[in-house]
């Protein structure tokens, strides 16, 4: 039954009342009405209101481990840089058409390939997109720069994060370089 076939039910009764019961019903049919809207009203944006706080406080706590990832690397701190990723042999990263396996893997590639400061540079991420894709899951899409002394390479990452027992970690990494600026 509808709100407003409820409503024409209980109007022909109060219509039929005696006089001096009708304001009284209509009080009481008012307040029952201005109750059940409070209610649905409360309960309909409840809802929403919590997953959307939940999302916020995820995309904060991501773009908090990226940051933290930036500012290690600028420090020329690798190993706290590799904080941000799962310390698990199932930690994936693929760039230049190589598929890693393994934090340690992982780890090591970036202190042979990023061997001194000069390699390593200052490190940007920029334009970050920050899905969640469940409470224990979320995928982000952004772009990293690195600025040298002789050149400015950048490129595009996609990752995907899991909120594991240590909190939200990189379990895959996918990163790509844009082509050299000729």
């Not at 409360?42 to 706590?61: D, Y």
């Not at 990723?85 to 780890?107: C, K, M, N, P, Q």
Request: hydrophobic fraction near 40%.
């Amino acid at each position: 039954m509808s709100f407003l076939q409820m409503i024409r039910r209980l109007c022909v009764p109060i219509s039929r009342c005696p006089g001096f019961i009708r304001p009284i019903a209509l009080v009481l049919f008012a307040s029952v009405g201005v109750f059940l809207a409070w209610t649905t009203i409360s309960s309909i944006s409840a809802a929403p209101l919590g997953k959307e706080q939940e999302r916020l406080r995820i995309v904060a706590q991501i773009r908090s481990i990226l940051s933290a990832q930036q500012d290690a690397w600028n420090r020329g701190d690798i190993d706290g840089f590799m904080n941000g990723y799962a310390r698990s042999e199932s930690t994936i990263f693929i760039s230049e058409d190589t598929l890693r396996r393994g934090w340690e893997t992982v780890r090591d590639r970036y202190k042979k390939k990023y061997s001194d400061r000069g390699k390593m540079g200052t490190l940007t991420f920029s334009d970050l997109e920050i899905t969640s894709l469940s409470p224990d899951s979320a995928v982000v899409l952004g772009r990293w720069r690195l600025e040298r002394a002789n050149d400015r390479p950048h490129g595009r990452f996609t990752l995907i994060f899991k909120r594991l027992p240590e909190g939200w970690r990189i379990v895959h990494d996918h990163t790509s370089a844009a082509a050299p600026a000729r």
